[in-house]
């Protein structure tokens, strides 16, 4: 095991792969092993074989939190939501101080426009984890789809504070300000960020969304 994760961390995956399937091959339900095996294999995008390993793992072991948040993201990403949404609450129900899980579920049901639940969920993440701005973002997003707009913009800001040179969050915040009519410090928060930040290769785009929204 430790041979194949160092393997891994040097970068020779191919090497690592051949050692977790030799190790697989002595110790089938080796649960370490096949969760790190899925791990590489969520890491090189091969989400069907690492989801296969995966619900092995969630069998041979079912009342570990990371186990049952690894599998629940390997079936998000293969868009098998309700299977997702089903180990992501598992692992709540496990260890209801899982950050990375209220996380990734609310971005599961984001998608999926569940947006009450999914603000939920981010409110919950946000909470553990009061100083990521990412978090105050995703939180934001679910918010202004709500149509709760100034809690919306307290997050935006918020993660701005934590942030400053997040893009996600300045160009939801401009969007929002657009959106609730507010144009001139629309045009006041964009032009800001994006004479701090010249390089944001999403400039262009929230330019034109914003020049749709707000015309001269």
Known sequence: MREAKTLFGSGLVEEAESKYREILGQEPNNTLALNDYAMLLTGLERYEEAAEKLSKVVELA??????????????????RNEEASEYYRRALEINPEYGDAYNNYGALLFKQSQNEKAAEMFRRAVELSPDDALLHRNLGNALRMLEEYDEAETHYRRALEIAPSLPEANNALVLLLAETDRCEEAHRQFDGFAAAYPNDPNHELTRTVLDTLCPD
């Not at 629940?72 to 293969?78: C, K, P």
């Open 62 to 79: 079912p009342n570990i939190a990371t186990l049952n948040y690894n599998y629940a993201t390997a079936l998000a990403e293969l868009e």
